[in-house]
Structure formats: C-alpha cells, structure tokens
C-alpha cells in the first residue's frame, strides 16, 4: 500500500468554496436542497449520497473548531459562546432535517442497488438513527452538549500552589514523581483538597446531566439510558452482559497482577506502607524520568519516534504541524484531559493535551497521535460516514501505538537505564488501567439503571464499586472523604457518557496487536495500517479481524494476554 500523507481538503462541488457556517439562515438551503431533490437513478442517489456527505463535513468540521478553540481557552467569553450558539441554534435544527434524510436514502427503491457489502454498517447506522430519533429530545440534548462542557470550565480553574508558585492540576503532578516523599505527600493532598473545594458544584452537574439523559432515553422508549445509549452507540457486536463479564475478569486475572506491581513499587522504595502519593515515586537518589522539556520537543521527539516505526506515522505529525494543529503545553485556563479531533473536510486531525514534562505525557502523545494517524488513514474513504468507526476500534489505534512505540523511545531517552524504567512505567499503566476502566464502567452502569438515586446513595455505591477494584497494597488511611469523589476526575461521566469500556476492549486488542509485533513487526504494522484503513466499513468483528486479532471479552482470552503482558515485564 502505498501511504502519502500529503492530505488534501475535500473539494467542494455541493456548497461554494468561500462557504463558512455562520447561521442556520445561511446553511439550512443546502440541506432543504437534499430533501427535495428527485432520484431517479443509482447514480442520482450516489451523488446526492456524495453532496450529503460534503455538506455534513462542513458542517462537523465547523462544530469541531469551535469546540477545539473553546477547550484551548476557557476563560475566552466569545469562544464559548460560539460553541453553545452552535449547539442551541444551529444542531437543532439539523436534527429533523437528518432524520428525514435517513428516512428519504432507507425509502428510495436505489438504495437496494449499492454495493450491500460497502453500505452494510452505515446503513445499519442510519436505520438505528431513525428508531431513536425523537423530535421533543431535540432540546434536551441541545441542552446536554452545552451543559456538558461546564465540567472542563469548572476543572480548568483549578490550580495547586506549591514553593510560592501557582500550578494545573496536571502541572503539579509531576511533583508526585519527586523523590522528598514529604513534598509528594504535601502536593497530592493540595491536589485532592482542591478537588474537594468543588465537588458539590460537580455533584449538581452530574445530577442534572442524569436527569436529562434518563428523560431522553424515557422518550425513545428505553427503560434507561444505559440501554439507549448501548443503541446510539452502535454496539451491535456486545451486550452489557459482556461488560459485566469483563469487570468479573479483571477482578479474577488483573487485579492479582496488580497487587503485586504495587508491592514490588513497596520494596523499590523500601516502604513499610504505600501510600498513594508513593505509586509514581522513584527510590532516592533516583531522578524522575524527564523525556522533555516543551511542547515543541516533545513533538519532535514524537516525529523521530514515530519515523522509526514506520516513516508514513511520522509524515502525519509533520503535516499537523504544517498546519498548526497541536496544543500541547498545560496552562490556566486550558480545559483538561487530551485528544484528536479528526476534523472531516481538510483531513489533517487537531491534537490537544495538556504536557507538563512527565512519562504520562509521552504515553498520552503516542496515543492521540494514533488516533491521528487513524484520521489520515481513513480520510480518503468516499463519503463522511465511512470514517465514521466504532470506538473500540478507533482505541485499538491509539492503544497499540504506545506499545509499538516503545521499541522506538530512544530518542525521548539515551540513557539505557531511563529506557528500561520508561518500558516498565508503560507496562504497569498497560495492567493497572483496567481496574479503573472496570470500576468507572460499573458505577455507569448503575448510576442509570437507578437514576433517581440521592448523592448519598452515590456516593456510597461509588465506593463499594472502587473497594471491589482496589488493591490492598495501598494504604487511604485518612484519605476516605477524597476518595469518595475520586470519579469527579473522569471527564468521560460528564462529556461522554458510557464511553469507557472501549478503552478496556480496546487494550485487548492493543496487547493482541503487540504479541503480532513482537513475532513479526512489519506483518503487524501491516494489519494495523488494514485495519485503520477501513474507517468504519465493516462491522467491529471485521476490523478485529482485518488487524489480525479476535473481538473476545472472555475470562481466559484475557488471562491470555495478561500473562504475556507479565512476561514481558519479568524480561525487562
């Protein structure tokens, strides 16, 4: 397969080049035009497929820059504003246009006439999209997407002051991998107190957010919105009760290989009691891994990684740069987290983190830029909705490329040693990750199967949910008030709600994908790159298989993988 990542804008024939969205007024004529226009042939319907789809980028493409900018500054007023006019004023109103689109392509006699096998999960997608449409959950989720992005207004304000000098949250964590225990302890108590400050403001978002989604899934004729959102997110290839059997074998074959992570960290640095401000920590007289200093080296470094791997990866990130689509450094004001927001017309994704000099942000830079590289690889798929793929796919790209990408982080460290611990590090946050990912998973679940619950009621389910995914090797003593918000720092319960046990799917696959690497580097970089290339045109069973791996949630298929990961670990 011959790669370029020389990506280029989709060019316009429906809407003319010189078209922004600035208002419902200026862009609702392109879509009256789509649903009045007569088809009168499969080639009529193809075109009129491509003009939808030019016109849905445009629109998408739009939407995601005002996101984007608002993320990168929220204390900027306009920013805002643009983004929640567009959710309040213009995506309403799209909603029953798209609807009666969907309904308009499922009714036309030409549609039995494409290619079955190329359309077969989009149009599995927009059947499911025309059973869940609701005309009166128009506003309700209007008011979901602005409410939605109070959490990341709330957390960005917060900051930490330590030695006389103001921090982020994800500044000020780096002080956590210092090796004066006393400062560590001093930084992680400043964090959690900080946190704690406003979590009656983060339990009343929360509580209203459930409230709106359960009205929704009410109108859509669900029981809940768990077993709606399972719908809207096309999990056509699971059930919850996969899910639940996922938590059980994390409990089962994780949770063992956890524990004695955390009392091998215990003897490392000589501890009697490991508390959870030590879990980062290295032994004295050993320095905290510094792969970088600024944003701009941590991206080069990526780019050197990255060409080592396979020089197309790279190529990517040096055309997002082209671009100016990196923010990379944490600052004030910034909202938290990371991600890549593919961006549907012009191709080339936008990638947001927050760097602070630390090992986790190195693993965070491959991740996204794996997202990136996904965006690339589908980009020239013929319509919109064939890049449009299911998570635990788009998860397996991300996921796999921190572990590809080890073999490569010489050029974040020289010195073999920082090398070997920088592997290590990975490995353990590739294990310790999936007791979180099932505990967060849970506490959904049961938060919208009971949506009616009080805070209390939450509160203590939360905790009984996290006791069943602790490890023993750490001790809360005295910390019991802040862990009963510890779930207020996952930004997916506000902003994307159920999106989380892709990450516990996807690391399946990821760790699958490394076992091919580790046999056969070029074959499974091959099977990535298939994979990827296929967007959304198969359904997740098939993406599994085109990258080599099986779709399997199975207590022994995940023993499977977790021994290997263990052995790779003792090797190092």
Not at 216 to 241: I, M, P, Q, S, W
Not at 251 to 262: A, F, Q
Request: with cysteine; glycine share 4%.
């Amino acid at each position: 397969m011959n790669l370029s990542a020389d990506i280029k804008k989709i060019e316009r024939h429906f809407l003319p080049n010189n078209f922004t969205v600035t208002s419902w007024e200026v862009v609702e004529p392109y879509f009256k035009n789509l649903l009045v226009r007569i088809i009168n042939s499969a080639d009529d319907l193809q075109q009129w497929l491509k003009d939808m789809s030019e016109l849905e980028a445009v629109v998408s493409e739009d939407a995601c820059w005002r996101q984007i900018k608002m993320t990168c500054d929220t204390t900027d007023k306009s920013l805002e504003e643009a983004f929640t006019y567009f959710c309040m004023e213009i995506q309403p109103k799209i909603q029953p246009y798209a609807d009666a689109l969907n309904k308009k392509l499922i009714a036309s006699p030409f549609t039995k006439e494409l290619d079955q096998q190329k359309f077969f999960t989009y149009l599995r997608s927009v059947k499911k999209s025309i059973d869940l449409f609701r005309e009166e959950n128009i506003p309700l989720q209007a008011e979901l997407s602005v409410m939605q992005q109070q959490y990341g207004a709330i957390a960005g304000k917060m900051t930490v002051e330590v030695n006389g000098q103001e921090y982020t949250l994800q500044q000020a964590s780096k002080f956590l991998h210092h090796h004066d225990r006393s400062l560590r302890e001093e930084v992680y108590k400043k964090i959690q107190e900080r946190r704690w400050q406003d979590r009656d403001a983060m339990n009343q978002l929360y509580s209203s957010l459930i409230a709106k989604r359960h009205q929704v899934a009410l109108n859509a004729g669900y029981k809940n919105y768990r077993d709606y959102k399972f719908v809207e997110l096309g999990r056509f290839d699971y059930t919850k009760e996969d899910c639940f059997q996922f938590h059980e074998a994390v409990k089962l074959h994780v949770l063992p290989l956890v524990e004695k992570i955390y009392q091998q960290k215990k003897e490392k640095l000589g501890l009697d009691l490991l508390h959870p401000w030590d879990t980062e920590a290295e032994p004295l007289g050993v320095e905290p891994l510094k792969p970088f200093t600024t944003g701009k080296e941590l991206l080069d470094k990526s780019i050197q990684c990255f060409e080592e791997l396979n020089p197309f990866f790279a190529d990517c990130l040096r055309k997002m740069n082209e671009l100016k689509h990196f923010d990379l450094e944490s600052r004030k004001g910034k909202a938290p987290g990371g991600y890549n927001c593919p961006l549907a017309e012009s191709g080339a994704p936008f990638i947001f983190m927050n760097a602070a000099g630390q090992m986790d942000d190195v693993t965070t830079m491959v991740h996204e830029g794996g997202h990136a590289i996904h965006s690339f690889l589908s980009h020239n798929l013929e319509l919109s909705a064939f890049k449009e793929y299911p998570m635990e796919i788009a998860e397996v790209a991300s996921m796999a490329m921190e572990l590809f990408s080890m073999d490569h982080w010489e050029s974040f460290f020289d010195n073999a040693e920082d090398l070997k611990r920088a592997k290590e590090h990975q490995l353990e946050r590739t294990i310790t990750i999936f007791p979180w990912i099932a505990t967060i998973d849970k506490f959904q679940h049961w938060v919208y199967e009971h949506p009616t619950h009080t805070i209390e009621e939450r509160k203590n389910k939360w905790i009984e949910i996290l006791n069943e995914f602790s490890t023993n090797s750490i001790d809360f003593t005295g910390l019991e008030q802040y862990r009963t918000i510890a779930w207020q720092r996952q930004l997916h319960l506000f902003e994307v709600p159920f999106y989380y046990i892709e990450y516990g799917i996807a690391q399946l696959g990821a760790i699958g994908l490394w076992m091919q690497y580790k046999k056969n580097p070029q074959q499974a970089i091959a099977n990535y790159i298939n994979a990827l290339s296929l967007g959304g045109t198969k359904t997740l069973p098939e993406l599994y298989a085109a990258a080599g791996l099986k779709l399997d949630l199975s207590p022994n298929h995940i023993k499977t993988l977790m021994e290997f990961v263990k052995d790779e670990m003792e090797k190092l």
